[in-house]
């Protein structure tokens, strides 16, 4: 594997380009600066405000583009002002790191080219020619000065990125008030979403359940008129065997309210008994080490079995992989169907898992194009 990768070199191309067009940038920042001064003190207050707010978006524009940070929010015309204030200094120093970076790699090919004739790096007009020490002495400092120049560029990258966090990134207000709206949405959508879920057991008890023992019911009561006794027998072997169907169905639903194996054996348990029950093909892969808490494995089940759920009912799916693995801070799970695609994400089960995720922070996708296959993917924080 090479030291230097392709990858490499474009993001160092990238991170110098940013930080020269900083450096210029900072230029014509101070030139501003001395006429903002000028024109607060002759009343000019509005187009100074709007002039730092537009080369404060210019800034902003500029680190996504080139130091990949991102900062949302707005910022007022005095907060922009006092960032450039302070911005120019980070630019300048940029440009000072790119002028040493520079007068090193000029230094460089002058001393290359005095090693090639023979001559010393040390004395240019030396008699004796190349002394041992040269090679030494240009290893050693030429080492140095490329060290120090790219940890201070490093160094301007990272100060511009946090700069243009505090001035030009939300307040500690505003993410307050911006997190203080999410929760509020997020108790609507529980709310909303544990409605639904009763629907849903209602409509499975009353569709499925009640009617096997409706039906059980009818058998008995006309295996108790008959007086054929083989009729009755007859009668009594469907109403066991339709007993055995609403029994299926109660399990079923009771499954799909709340596991027991969740709380007593884990996640792990869980998942493989509803791969189990699953009348396709369901191949699980689980690569977590350890327990965690019931906000993340309830969660993370019901995202698997509502997904499995959907993929047996409407994809034509002739397999089910079902994935749950721990990215960074997060459980992932995972759930992809071979089937037909298409599904709708603002459909009543698939928004309904998108709430419950949202609950407790995590982020739901759905990518189901129309030839398929459906990927449907949770990611649940668990630090």
Same mark, same amino acid.
């Given at each position: 594997?090479?030291?230097?990768?392709?990858?490499?070199?474009?993001?160092?191309?990238?991170?110098?380009?940013?930080?020269?067009?900083?450096?210029?940038?900072?230029?014509?920042?101070?030139?501003?600066?001395?006429?903002?001064?000028?024109?607060?003190?002759?009343?000019?207050?509005?187009?100074?405000?709007?002039?730092?707010?537009?080369?404060?978006?210019?800034?902003?524009?500029?680190?996504?583009?080139?130091?990949?940070?991102?900062?949302?929010?707005?910022?007022?015309?005095?907060?922009?002002?006092?960032?450039?204030?302070?911005?120019?200094?980070?630019?300048?120093?940029?440009?000072?790191?790119?002028?040493?970076?520079?007068?090193?790699?000029?230094?460089?090919?002058?001393?290359?080219?005095?090693?090639?004739?023979?001559?010393?790096?040390?004395?240019?007009?030396?008699?004796?020619?190349?002394?041992?020490?040269?090679?030494?002495?240009?290893?050693?400092?030429?080492?140095?000065?490329?060290?120090?120049?790219?940890?201070?560029?490093?160094?301007?990258?990272?100060?511009?990125?946090?700069?243009?966090?505090?001035?030009?990134?939300?307040?500690?207000?505003?993410?307050?008030?911006?997190?203080?709206?999410?929760?509020?949405?997020?108790?609507?959508?529980?709310?909303?979403?544990?409605?639904?879920?009763?629907?849903?057991?209602?409509?499975?008890?009353?569709?499925?359940?009640?009617?096997?023992?409706?039906?059980?019911?009818?058998?008995?009561?006309?295996?108790?008129?008959?007086?054929?006794?083989?009729? %009755?027998? !007859?009668? #009594?072997?469907? $109403?066991?065997?339709?007993? &055995?169907?609403?029994?299926? *169905? /109660?399990?079923?639903?009771?499954?799909?309210?709340?596991?027991?194996?969740?709380?007593?054996?884990?996640?792990?348990?869980?998942?493989?008994?509803?791969?189990?029950?699953?009348?396709?093909?369901?191949?699980?892969?689980?690569?977590?080490?350890?327990?965690?808490?019931?906000?993340?494995?309830?969660?993370?089940?019901?995202? %698997?079995? !509502?997904? #499995?759920?959907? $993929?047996?009912?409407?994809? &034509?799916?002739?397999?089910? *992989? /079902?994935?749950?693995?721990?990215?960074?801070?997060?459980?992932?799970?995972?759930?992809?169907?071979?089937?037909?695609?298409?599904?709708?994400?603002?459909?009543?089960?698939?928004?309904?898992?998108?709430?419950?995720?949202?609950?407790?922070?995590?982020?739901?996708?759905?990518?189901?194009?129309?030839?398929?296959?459906?990927?449907?993917?949770?990611?649940?924080?668990? $630090?």
């Amino acid at each position: 594997m090479p030291l230097v990768s392709g990858e490499m070199v474009r993001v160092a191309g990238r991170l110098v380009v940013g930080v020269a067009v900083g450096g210029v940038s900072a230029v014509g920042e101070v030139v501003f600066l001395i006429l903002a001064l000028l024109g607060m003190a002759v009343g000019g207050r509005p187009w100074v405000y709007g002039v730092a707010r537009g080369l404060a978006e210019f800034e902003r524009g500029r680190i996504l583009r080139f130091f990949g940070q991102a900062f949302t929010g707005e910022f007022s015309g005095e907060r922009a002002l006092r960032y450039l204030g302070v911005r120019w200094l980070v630019g300048g120093l940029g440009l000072g790191v790119l002028l040493l970076m520079l007068f090193g790699a000029v230094n460089a090919v002058l001393m290359l080219v005095q090693l090639a004739r023979g001559g010393s790096i040390i004395e240019f007009d030396a008699p004796e020619g190349v002394s041992w020490y040269d090679p030494v002495t240009y290893v050693l400092f030429g080492g140095l000065l490329a060290f120090v120049t790219i940890q201070g560029m490093l160094g301007v990258v990272e100060l511009d990125r946090r700069l243009a966090r505090h001035f030009l990134g939300p307040t500690v207000q505003e993410r307050l008030q911006r997190r203080v709206s999410e929760l509020t949405v997020s108790r609507a959508e529980v709310v909303e979403a544990i409605d639904a879920e009763r629907r849903r057991i209602e409509r499975d008890l009353h569709d499925g359940v009640q009617q096997r023992i409706v039906a059980l019911g009818m058998l008995l009561g006309r295996a108790r008129r008959t007086d054929d006794s083989g009729r %009755a027998a !007859e009668l #009594v072997r469907q $109403a066991h065997d339709e007993a &055995g169907r609403a029994l299926t *169905d /109660l399990r079923e639903v009771t499954w799909r309210v709340y596991p027991i194996a969740l709380d007593t054996d884990g996640l792990r348990v869980a998942l493989e008994s509803l791969a189990e029950m699953a009348v396709i093909p369901v191949h699980l892969r689980y690569t977590l080490t350890e327990r965690y808490p019931s906000a993340v494995e309830v969660p993370a089940y019901f995202v %698997a079995s !509502e997904a #499995v759920t959907n $993929a047996v009912k409407h994809s &034509g799916a002739s397999r089910i *992989d /079902l994935a749950v693995e721990r990215v960074g801070s997060a459980i992932v799970v995972r759930v992809t169907d071979d089937g037909v695609g298409g599904a709708d994400p603002r459909g009543g089960g698939l928004s309904g898992l998108a709430r419950r995720v949202a609950a407790v922070d995590g982020v739901f996708t759905v990518d189901s194009p129309p030839a398929g296959p459906t990927v449907i993917t949770a990611r649940l924080p668990c $630090a």
